[in-house]
């Protein structure tokens, strides 16, 4: 993925000022800031939800969009979600959505009603959705909210065996305490990225 030049204003309020990023197969790069920096901003125009005022974003491959709240409907059930957002990726099975829930631990849910889960487990179908299609590219806003530990470490270890498969991985945060497991952490700060030390070397 390539952005060059992203401006986005809310009526007279600069949100982003020329962000650039070059997003590489096999990475795993986080951008953090404050709340209010304008990440959600950001990635909403990464995965072409928002329009954004000035600059170019260039996809390579099938993207995946995990947004920080889940749009799900709570009627439906786990497989009835996975059964539309198979239908839509026009992809013929569920095999890869059923590795995804295997590796986060909530295959026994498959026929509960996405309104009677919890926001840990609801998050993890949040997840499976933007996974199930194998992207090339994966943008997730916040993915880890809601999971305890062992769901946390059970996400990191999904997230290092795609970047092994060569996934690009974008995870946005407005905490850096896992600059650790990342291979380049940018600061989004007055509208701009910025370079952070700590990532993994």
């Excluded at 990440?39 to 909403?44: F, V």
């Excluded at 926001?119 to 943008?139: E, V």
Aim: proline share 3%; charged share 20%; with cysteine.
């Amino acid at each position: 993925m390539e952005v060059t030049g992203v401006h986005h204003a809310y009526g007279r309020r600069q949100v982003l000022r020329g962000v650039d990023l070059r997003l590489q197969p096999g990475t795993l790069v986080g951008i953090v800031g404050e709340n209010g920096a304008g990440k959600t901003t950001l990635l909403r125009i990464l995965c072409g939800e928002l329009r954004p005022d000035a600059g170019l974003i260039r996809h390579h491959g099938r993207f995946g969009y995990c947004p920080q709240q889940a749009v799900l409907n709570d009627a439906f059930t786990v497989r009835q979600h996975l059964e539309l957002f198979r239908t839509a990726y026009g992809i013929p099975d569920l095999t890869r959505a059923q590795e995804v829930m295997e590796t986060l631990g909530f295959t026994e849910y498959a026929d509960e009603r996405t309104g009677v889960l919890s926001g840990g487990t609801r998050q993890k179908l949040n997840l499976t959705l933007a996974l199930m299609h194998n992207p090339q590219t994966l943008l997730l806003d916040e993915p880890y909210q809601g999971f305890d530990w062992e769901t946390y470490l059970r996400f990191w270890d999904l997230a290092q065996r795609l970047r092994s498969a060569g996934t690009a991985i974008l995870v946005v945060s407005h905490l850096a305490h896992d600059s650790d497991r990342l291979d380049q952490v940018l600061g989004l700060s007055a509208g701009t990225l910025q370079e952070r030390t700590g990532a993994a070397t």
